[in-house]
């Protein structure tokens, strides 16, 4: 599949942690990463709370066989996309792949933490998945396999990144990229979902439903 995209510089990549709110409901994305609108809720609150006491670890640091790297700086130009990871491990292996840096063959595996108990949807896994695609193009190995936990039930899930998952995300960040580039805000079906959501109040998504704009300004006059 060829992509129409225009190359673009670094600094108008997206937000990889865009992926999440993109497949949760591509109007917030856009409110959220073209108009810039921001409304936190307990949910956003509570999460960056619980994401703060991870990021305040070390940021390399050597537990028995294993490395963690926390708050890693992480991009594509492949997919133009760039973000953070919670944490990296490097796990050692005589399989892995050769770090000079600590002279050592190491298995890496990302490990994102969400604040509530596993999703429905495959948001979570396409962010995970996107995380190990610049990995692998940052450090030129092969990840198929990462982690989630979750704060809520403090599981930790195992999550098999296949070619199949990797060529999901890629599309999906394709299609961001396209509407990114046209400035293009979607529109959407009020869902069950819109209750939780940190724009609600903001996105009164009811008036790309079924009425324009214009039709929906008018009736409020007529009020």
């Known amino acids: 599949m060829k992509s129409s995209l225009k190359i673009v510089n670094e600094t108008e990549y997206l937000?990889?942690?865009?992926?999440?709110?993109?497949?949760?409901?591509?109007?917030?994305?856009?409110?959220?990463?073209l108009e810039q609108q921001w409304s936190e809720n307990y949910f956003t609150a509570d999460?960056?709370?619980?994401?703060?006491?991870?990021?305040?670890?070390?940021i390399d640091e050597k537990i028995g066989r294993k490395r963690v790297l926390r708050s890693l700086h992480i991009v594509s130009h492949q997919l133009r996309i760039q973000g953070k990871c919670d944490v990296v491990e490097l796990i050692e292996d005589p399989e892995g792949d050769y770090f000079s840096k600590y002279d050592a063959k190491y298995r890496v595996q990302p490990v994102e933490y969400k604040r509530g108990k596993e999703k429905e949807d495959e948001s979570d896994i396409m962010q995970l998945a996107a995380?190990?695609?610049?990995?692998?193009?940052?450090?030129?190995?092969?990840?198929?396999?990462?982690?989630?936990?979750?704060?809520?039930t403090r599981h930790r899930l195992l999550v098999p990144i296949t070619d199949e998952v990797k060529m999901r995300v890629k599309e999906i960040v394709l299609e961001m990229n396209r509407y990114y580039q046209q400035a293009y805000?979607?529109?959407?079906?009020?869902?069950?979902?819109?209750?939780?959501?940190?724009?609600?109040?903001?996105?009164?998504?009811?008036?790309?439903?079924?009425?324009?704009a214009i039709v929906y300004i008018r009736e409020v006059i007529e009020e």
Do not use: N
């Open 185 to 212: 805000v979607p529109r959407v079906r009020k869902t069950s979902k819109c209750k939780a959501c940190s724009l609600h109040d903001i996105c009164m998504p009811e008036i790309g439903v079924s009425r324009s």
């Open 131 to 152: 995380q190990s695609i610049c990995l692998e193009e940052m450090m030129g190995v092969k990840i198929t396999q990462g982690y989630i936990y979750y704060f809520e």
């Open 47 to 58: 999460g960056k709370v619980k994401h703060d006491k991870v990021d305040c670890g070390p």
């Open 15 to 33: 937000q990889l942690a865009g992926i999440q709110h993109f497949i949760y409901c591509r109007r917030q994305w856009g409110l959220i990463h």
